[in-house]
């Protein structure tokens, strides 16, 4: 295993530049399309960060983030962020939430549907699939998806390890 401890640094800084960086471009984009009423794009941007978020934090953990094995067979992750965050949950349970959760400020308002991460990011993939920027799908944007969205990021980049 010396091999890999040595090897570390230069994946860490392989996923930063590749994932890692342009995950968190992506993330900053879509919030601005949120504050913006730019739906379709804070869809896209949202979905597309989470995949480079999962990804990343699947290669630093040593598994693919390009294919994962289904029934003995390799099958390509392509830009399915919904099967990416089901393999990133074993890799660190403790910190990635099961549900969502209402922030304190706004307890008691009535316009927040209560819902497991799993499912927002099933809604994330929905609307934010490459046929959606074409609106074949359409999309139902809720005022509280930019803070899940901001849960399910910080949960994720912290399910990466930060040194061996």
Not at 30 to 35: D, E, L, N, Q, T
């Amino acid at each position: 295993m010396q091999v890999l401890d040595d090897l570390f640094p230069s994946k860490h800084s392989i996923a930063n530049e590749l994932y890692i960086k342009t995950a968190d471009e992506n993330y900053i984009v879509a919030r601005g399309c949120s504050f913006y009423s730019l739906e379709t794009d804070f869809f896209w941007l949202a979905a597309h960060c989470l995949e480079k978020y999962t990804k990343a934090a699947l290669l630093l953990n040593e598994q693919s983030g390009k294919e994962y094995v289904k029934n003995g067979k390799k099958t390509p992750y392509r830009h399915d962020i919904d099967k990416l965050y089901e393999n990133i949950w074993p890799l660190a349970p403790e910190l990635l939430q099961e549900r969502l959760m209402c922030p304190r400020e706004l307890h008691g308002d009535a316009y927040w549907v209560e819902q497991t991460t799993a499912d927002f990011i099933h809604r994330l993939r929905k609307y934010g699939q490459p046929d959606n920027r074409y609106q074949f799908v359409g999309y139902v944007k809720k005022g509280q998806d930019l803070l899940k969205l901001d849960q399910v990021v910080f949960a994720i980049r912290r399910a990466r390890p930060h040194h061996r």
